[in-house]
């Protein structure tokens, strides 16, 4: 019996996942390269029993559209898998959560095909030097407030009319639209996101934030040859930043690092409670910067914190447990303390 090739099955257009492309982003490339909107597409090949977009494909990676692309693609479930946040399991966080806050990921929010959330980042400078411009997985994560190649702020939002991007809705509700030349568009308004205003970060501590940019681009680089990786300062980032933020007020430490580096407090209105990822792109970079600070130079100036008080190691402890990885010799001292 004659085998039918498995090329008779591949889609007549199927653009190559390109350096560090998200999940997202490719398959919508991939739809607008075939000249179908993303929704006949997506209903083509899943099934309209399995809606795309009311779930965050990128954290999720549903093993049934991996799966459906490998076939349709000359892609293998694996080169498709690195498209999704689970690249970073075992590194940036234990594993992904199914729901709620997933520690370092930017949370989409989706509601109805909608996001009311501003879980997607990108760099002006990135998506004008693209060919064709995408979006990157590792924009996606909560650390991630700069461009290391260009060193400008990320922005997570329409220059023009404010929107959250959501590439996937370019072409939705608009009959005319049959193509579509860019993911760099505003799905609301039109505008060319790569006409966004720069905004060039100011690495006001040499030493921390070199470090920060090499640990982003180990991020986008999804950890592949990046040498040694101190994973577990990610988690003590994090958890710095939650205790700045405080509760219901800023607490005495945030300010207490404030004044340790000259930097302004910021008023208490521009935070959101709760943590880290559901903050705005400048506040977490106001707060990950003062964390990388309080990080560097052989963990003194966090043992200095410790030792007079304005920090105690039962705050900084209490989320380390999710921690993908064991704290290394040196932050196990400290973080013990006399408790050894
Ligand atoms: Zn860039
Ligand atoms: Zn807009």
Redesign the pocket.
Known sequence: MAVEPEVTHWLPVHPSMLPGESLSSWLVRTAHANGLKVETFCHHLFGLQRPVWNRDIDRLGPEWLIATMAKVTPMTVEQIRRGTLALYEGKLFKQIRHSGINPGILPLLTYHRRYRGHGIQY????LQ?DERPYFRLAWRIAYYTF????M?MLRDECHVCGAGVAFHRIEQGRPERRDVETLAECWNCGADLRQAPIEPITPWIRGSFERWRKLLLNIENGFHNGGAVDYYAFALVRQLCRIMLGNRRLPSFYFYICQRTGQPPWPRERFSPHVLEMNSIAVRHHLIAMAWWLLGRGKSKLAHALAIGELHRSQLTRDLRYSPVEPPRRVRYLLEGSQK
């Open positions: 760099c002006p400078l990135c030097q461009c290391p190649h260009h400008v």
